[in-house]
């Protein structure tokens, strides 16, 4: 099995700056890929950012220049650094991480708990 642990969410005036983290813990042989997706009231989930075999990333138009994705390989752990938040950034923000754990040949996809991230003044 395989948890992921988020942090970091809070509430941030706009222009302001959050860190989101997201360690997975368990079992695992390795990772592909990891991401952010966030999901607003009454709106759908929707892919921020993610970063594939620790080279790769790709970012949504709304945050491109705004949002940088990285990862920690050393931890298993991925992070959301968020600059210049805007009140349409208010969402709860859930990592996703595509894992392949001991003994077992294919990946599957985890998702966290979610943390809130709000911006308003």
């Known amino acids: 099995q395989v948890q992921l642990v988020e942090s970091g969410g809070g509430l941030v005036q706009p222009g302001g700056s959050l860190r989101l983290s997201c360690a997975a813990s368990g079992s695992i042989f390795s990772i592909n890929s990891m991401a952010w997706y966030r999901q607003a009231p009454g709106k759908q989930r929707e892919l921020v950012a993610v970063i594939i075999s620790g080279i790769s990333t790709n970012y949504a138009d709304s945050v491109k220049g705004r949002f940088t994705i990285s990862r920690d390989n050393a931890k298993n752990t991925v992070y959301l650094q968020m600059n210049s938040l805007k009140p349409e950034d208010t969402a709860v923000y859930y990592c996703?991480?595509?894992?392949?754990?001991?003994?077992?040949?294919?990946?599957?996809?985890?998702w966290g708990q979610g943390t809130l991230v709000t911006v308003s003044s």
């Open positions: 996703n991480v595509h894992v392949r754990t001991m003994g077992d040949y294919k990946y599957v996809e985890v």
